[in-house]
């Protein structure tokens, strides 16, 4: 259920998280947007604070993503066993703590999406393609004036190949279709450490809203970082900054 704009949300309040479960989004959460995926910067403060969350919630803490569930664990340490849980491509794969993998099968179509993308974007200097496991995005941060060819490329292709069209910041993606980051919250709940607690989910993009609706749905709560809009959201942080801060209270609260 949408709420209304975000200047109806107050600032989340520093306990919120006791007895939750907490879910992250990545991009524009976490980390500012970059221009291009591979561009976006993790500094020390955000590795601290993340291993101060898992230790202060006994591992009751995600990285729900867009972004696939291995790149975001690269960003965030590496290794085999991250110690703590991912899901990728908005739901369709999970990284679990322990380093298993489990995800859907990838559509042989999305070759030919790929195809089709790059194509685009090499008519159009600027737009970029990302190749996913589950998916294949056009991103035009660095095109604008292109949004509207990527939006039709997309358009036809997710309608042609029975495929999901993701729209996102800057970007239109074509994907696996069936998960949301609000079923991957589902997922995680289902599971017996996080089973009977809270769900605090943090998002920014409206690929998250499904993620806010399922947290109040179960119990717990969506806060939104940033962009003023319609929201599913109970609370608001201006922006990653904001957040950092928030989550490094909240930790602090913990104790």
């Known amino acids: ?17 006791r007895g939750a479960s907490l879910f992250l989004d990545f991009d524009g959460t976490l980390v500012e947007i970059a221009d291009r995926p591979d561009a976006v910067q993790v500094d020390e403060r955000l590795h601290r ?23 975001v664990r ?27 993998r489990t995800a ?35 991103h035009f941060r660095q095109a604008p004036e292109a949004e509207e060819a990527c939006r039709a490329l997309a358009t036809k292709l997710a309608d042609v190949h029975g495929l999901q069209l993701q729209p996102g910041k800057m970007l239109f993606e074509v994907r696996t279709t069936g998960g949301d980051k609000g ?22 993009d409206t690929t998250d ?16 970082v940033g962009t003023p809009r319609d929201t599913s959201a109970t609370y608001l942080l201006a922006g990653v900054p904001e957040t950092l801060d928030w989550l490094t209270q909240a930790t602090e609260a913990l104790a």
């Open 183 to 204: 079923r991957a919250i589902a997922t995680f709940l289902e599971k017996s450490e996080y089973s009977g607690t809270r769900p605090i989910f943090i998002g920014d």
């Open 104 to 138: 859907a099968e990838r559509p042989a179509s999305l070759e030919q999406v790929h195809a089709e993308m790059t194509a685009l974007a090499t008519q159009n200097p600027g737009v970029m393609v990302e190749d996913k496991p589950l998916g294949a995005a056009l």
């Open 1 to 17: 259920m949408q709420r209304g704009t975000t200047d109806q949300l107050a600032a989340p309040p520093v306990d919120l998280l």
């Open 74 to 100: 690269s960003f965030l340490g590496g290794g085999a066993q991250p110690g703590f849980a991912i899901a990728g491509s908005h739901g369709m794969e999970f990284l679990w703590a322990d380093g298993r």
């Open 49 to 71: 604070l993340i291993a101060s969350l898992v230790a202060a919630l006994d591992g009751r803490v995600a990285l729900i993503s867009g972004r696939p569930a291995g790149e």
């Open 209 to 224: 809203e499904p993620g806010f609706a399922m947290a109040e749905r179960l119990g717990g709560a969506g806060i939104l």
